[in-house]
Structures are given as structure tokens and as C-alpha cells.
């Protein structure tokens, strides 16, 4: 994949978990600003994703830790432990707001 490609669904795949977040029904803030996607939550935490165009990955980093993911066959995949993006980040955003979430790509 060239830079050109990476940045194309980089950016779609942030602008998908902003339209995830509009349609969970539960009370997240998000801001996106030149790559960077943060997603607050009400008790004050965060969850943070961030495009690397140099490594072609999304790095996203929890109250808990964080993940590298890489694009492959169409979807992203953690570095480290395979999962996908968006169940991690369903299961995610539900430790963080402490209520189940589901989030999915339209």
C-alpha cells in the first residue's frame, strides 16, 4: 500500500468511528483534528486514535493500554493480539463508559 492508499482509508476509518459514535446511543464527546480522533467519555476518560503515516498503522491508546493496528485484507487487525478493530474498540468503549457499546462501520 502507498502513502496515497493509507491515507485514504486511514481516513475513512476515523470518520467511520466518529459516525459509530453518533449512532451508539450512549453520550461520548469526539473531536478530530488533522489525523487525531479523541473520544471522551463521561467519567473523564479517554480513548485516543491517532493515524501513522509512516508505518501505515492506527494506534489507538485506552485507559488501559495501547494498540498498534495494520490494514490487511480489507479490515485492521491488532499488531499484537489479532483482534479487529471494531469489536476491540466496542470492547473498549464499553470498559471506558462502563455500559455496553457496540460500535460498527456503516
Given at each position: 500500500m502507498n502513502d496515497s492508499q493509507y491515507?485514504?482509508?486511514?481516513?475513512e476509518l476515523l470518520l467511520a468511528v466518529e459516525e459509530a459514535i453518533e449512532d451508539c446511543g450512549v453520550d461520548i464527546d469526539f473531536e478530530g483534528v488533522s489525523g487525531l480522533l479523541t473520544l471522551t467519555f463521561?467519567?473523564?476518560?479517554?480513548?485516543i486514535l491517532n493515524k501513522q503515516g509512516p508505518l501505515h498503522e492506527i494506534w489507538v491508546a485506552t485507559k488501559f493500554n495501547g494498540h498498534h493496528f495494520e490494514?490487511?485484507?480489507?479490515?485492521?487487525?491488532?499488531?499484537r493480539s489479532g483482534d479487529e478493530f471494531w469489536q476491540?474498540?466496542?470492547t473498549s468503549a464499553s470498559r471506558q463508559a462502563d455500559t455496553e457499546i457496540t460500535l460498527t462501520a456503516q
Open positions: 491515507n485514504q482509508i486511514a481516513d463521561l467519567n473523564g476518560t479517554k480513548i490494514h490487511k485484507q480489507g479490515q485492521w487487525f491488532d499488531k476491540f474498540m466496542s
